[in-house]
């Protein structure tokens, strides 16, 4: 849970620092790289971490994560320019990646599945508490401190991480067996095809049109390195994105269905905040509260989904969370306008505890179906999809805003153009025509979140088999016979 504070706070502290380190360093046209570098480092090694953690056990790979994290820190509060910082960014990244995967699968190691809920409900606590308690201890530091020191903090929370993780880590001793060779070519394939498509489509629309050279040119790469990484990982011994991880119904169902999750995340996470602030006019704090009440249902949700899967099993689990929340998202663009701040709130608070009862249990599900040699691979494809969706969101929901923005003023500016304006009063006569505007774009961007968790509802009703493959006790048992008496009774 140290381990997995490190990335969840990062998320979210270094946001409230942005103002502080362009004034500092410059660089603001490039600043957005400070999230998407991140964001593209930990992403597409979240399937190279989980094949290594397969073939080398979960500890040594948390611990170089760790220490990646822990040195991208130190050299970001180095940096002497935007570049530098956004360079040592993206080996945070890399040490993010490792620790979200490796983690999330040693729950499912450590701990049986009558455990499990609540391992994975602790865990989603430590996203809910950085959610809230990120941009406030951000906003404290950039106050008080100066900005370097939001990477410096990281340190001693990470060294204690550290420290813990090495002592009291013991991974049961396997049998020794013959290991393939590490699939580098694979895995440097893997990364290069993620990192260009992933920079099209975060770029895209911002940094250049969707229609432009430099656009099209980087989705061409990606199409043909895709290619390349089907001709590689063929001809891999142990390949990095192995095909049974798209050909078993279970797992391949699952990274639909949380690809769709991350698509529809995108609605509350990044649009809700401007809706708040533009339309209930809301100051910062109090538009943060209203995201917030959803990260307070969610692993209270989750963690008492064990009751609920255990009568009806994982799937029908999913569909009945996934169901509220589509009817929760469809409800949104009905609120009256402009309305008061509880009623959003309320609706965050009703969603983030259907998608408690949708999330989890299907990670568990997967993680209860696989072996302990396949379960790195299985949880980092589950996570790379989810991840993969959310950044497929913001570019597709962002170009909706944006269209429906154009339509109601005329084409007159983006949705961060009016945002800005709004928050400046005096700027504008009639600032009436405006907040309309928004809440109609942010009123689509929902509509289309409602149709990606009717589509995540679809994968599970008609791609996901009825009752999930979970190993039982005695296949378990049978894995470990293959360890050591004195590691068996540890």
Not at 314 to 338: D, K, M
Request: glycine share 10%; aromatic share 8%.
């Amino acid at each position: 849970m140290l381990a997995m504070a490190l990335a969840a706070v990062d998320s979210t502290i270094v946001s409230t620092a942005v103002p502080q380190i362009v004034g500092a360093l410059g660089g603001f046209s490039i600043f957005s790289w400070l999230f998407s570098g991140y964001l593209l480092a930990a992403t597409v090694t979240l399937p190279v971490y989980g094949k290594l953690s397969d073939t080398f056990g979960r500890k040594p790979v948390l611990i170089a994560g760790c220490v990646l994290f822990l040195l991208g820190s130190g050299l970001c509060a180095l940096a002497w320019n935007m570049e530098s910082l956004i360079a040592f960014r993206v080996v945070q990244g890399l040490g993010g990646g490792a620790v979200q995967g490796t983690v999330q699968t040693l729950a499912a190691d450590l701990y049986p599945l009558k455990e499990r809920p609540k391992i994975q409900a602790k865990l989603s606590t430590v996203w809910a508490t950085s959610a809230v308690a990120g941009p406030a201890l951000g906003g404290a530091i950039t106050s008080y401190a100066d900005w370097r020191w939001i990477f410096l903090i990281n340190l001693p929370i990470g060294a204690v991480a550290l420290w813990l993780i090495v002592r009291h880590l013991h991974e049961p001793e396997r049998e020794a067996v013959p290991r393939g060779r590490v699939d580098w070519p694979g895995a440097l394939a893997v990364f290069a095809c993620g990192g260009t498509l992933l920079t099209a489509l975060v770029q895209g629309g911002v940094a250049w049109d969707w229609v432009s050279a430099p656009s099209l040119a980087l989705f061409g790469a990606g199409l043909a390195l895709i290619a390349v990484v089907v001709l590689v990982e063929r001809r891999a011994e142990e390949p990095i994105i192995p095909g049974w991880v798209w050909r078993r119904r279970t797992i391949a169902a699952v990274n639909l269905a949380l690809g769709a999750l991350g698509l529809l995340m995108v609605a509350p996470t990044v649009f809700l905040p401007t809706y708040a602030q533009s339309v209930l006019g809301l100051a910062p704090v109090a538009a943060g509260f209203v995201l917030s009440v959803m990260t307070l249902s969610w692993p209270v949700s989750a963690a008492l989904s064990q009751h609920v899967y255990r009568r009806i099993g994982f799937r029908n689990t999913a569909i009945t969370g996934i169901s509220g929340a589509a009817l929760i998202l469809f409800t949104f663009p009905f609120l009256p306008y402009p309305g008061t701040a509880w009623q959003p709130a309320l609706l965050m608070l009703l969603l983030g505890a259907a998608l408690g009862l949708f999330q989890l249990p299907l990670i568990v599900g997967v993680q209860s179906s696989v072996g302990w040699a396949e379960r790195g691979t299985a949880t980092a494809s589950v996570l790379f999809c989810r991840q993969i969706g959310q950044t497929l969101g913001a570019a597709l929901f962002g170009a909706v805003a944006n269209g429906v923005l154009a339509a109601r003023l005329d084409g007159a500016g983006s949705l961060d153009s009016v945002a800005r304006i709004l928050d400046d009063p005096g700027s504008v006569a009639d600032p009436e025509p405006l907040r309309r505007a928004v809440d109609a774009a942010v009123d689509s961007v929902y509509l289309g979140a409602g149709c990606a968790a009717v589509a995540a509802l679809a994968v599970l009703l008609f791609l996901a088999p009825r009752r999930f493959p979970v190993l039982d006790e005695r296949q378990l048992a049978a894995q470990k016979d293959q360890l050591s008496p004195t590691q068996q009774s540890d």
